[in-house]
T-cell receptor, first 119, second 107 residues
Framework: NAGVMQNPRHLVRRRGQEARLRCSPM?????VYWYRQLPEEGLKFMVY????????ESGMPKERFSAEFPKEGPSILRIQQVVRGDSAAYFC?????????????????FGAGSRLTVL | SQQGEEDPQALSIQEGENATMNCSYK?????LQWYRQNSGRGLVHLIL?????REKHSGRLRVTLDTSKKSSSLLITASRAADTASYFC???????FGAGTRLTVKP
């Protein structure tokens, strides 16, 4: 069980380029969360996805940011036309498949993060 | 949003002392979780307490939950330098985190 895998671990982009961050959830997990963290700050929720569905994107900036979690392959967080303010650590977390009636806890397993630097 | 808010923002103690940090939330929940983040790494789940529990222990960790005050506390006893990290709470299944408590344990 390889855990939650994020890549690349470090990504450098120039202003105006595109950044693509990938997240492979733990085996058997079909729920993915993305968070952004600036230095010395907390994790800011961005988006919650299930396979082929965006469940909650209330934390995503309205422009330039998008996320997907296709039926096959990893979840991808895409940032178009990056600006310096996008420089941050982006964390992905996954959780197990839960039935709709589940009222228990949704425990997250986090990846090691992808650090984006925009020059 | 059920986002938990941790306090204090920062806490510095000597090795061997106890560390207490708090979490407050706004709406009714059925569980509350605490996570730890070592510098620059992903969060690690520490402990979960359900709404029908008042206290829970795991090793040197003790978590309490007061649903009437909508608050929880995390106590780390006999702290070690390795406990230096940021600590976050997540209330309910919203999975939004606050700014965290940055704990520094001095050797």
């Amino acid at each position: 069980n390889a855990g939650v895998m994020q890549n690349p671990r470090h990504l450098v982009r120039r202003r105006g380029q595109e950044a693509r961050l990938r997240c492979s959830p733990m085996k058997g997990h079909s729920h993915v969360y993305w968070y952004r963290q600036l230095p010395e700050e907390g994790l800011k929720f961005m988006v919650y996805l299930q396979k082929e569905n965006i469940i909650d994107e209330s934390g995503m900036p309205k422009e330039r940011f998008s996320a997907e979690f296709p039926k096959e392959g990893p979840s991808i967080l895409r940032i178009q036309q990056v600006v310096r303010g996008d420089s941050a650590a982006y964390f992905c977390a996954s959780s197990p498949n839960l039935p709709a009636s589940f009222s228990g806890a949704n425990v997250l397993t986090f990846g090691a993060g992808s650090r984006l630097t925009v020059l | 949003s059920q986002q938990g808010e941790e306090d204090p923002q920062a806490l510095s103690i000597q090795e061997g002392e106890n560390a207490t940090m708090n979490c407050s939330y706004k709406t009714s929940i059925n569980n509350l979780q605490w996570y730890r983040q070592n510098s620059g790494r992903g969060l690690v789940h520490l402990i979960l307490i359900r709404s029908n529990e008042r206290e829970k222990h795991s090793g040197r960790l003790r978590v309490t939950l007061d649903t009437s005050k909508k608050s929880s506390s995390l106590l780390i006893t006999a702290s070690r330098a390795a406990d230096t990290a940021s600590y976050f709470c997540a209330s309910g299944n919203d999975m939004r985190f606050g700014a965290g408590t940055r704990l520094t344990v001095k050797p």
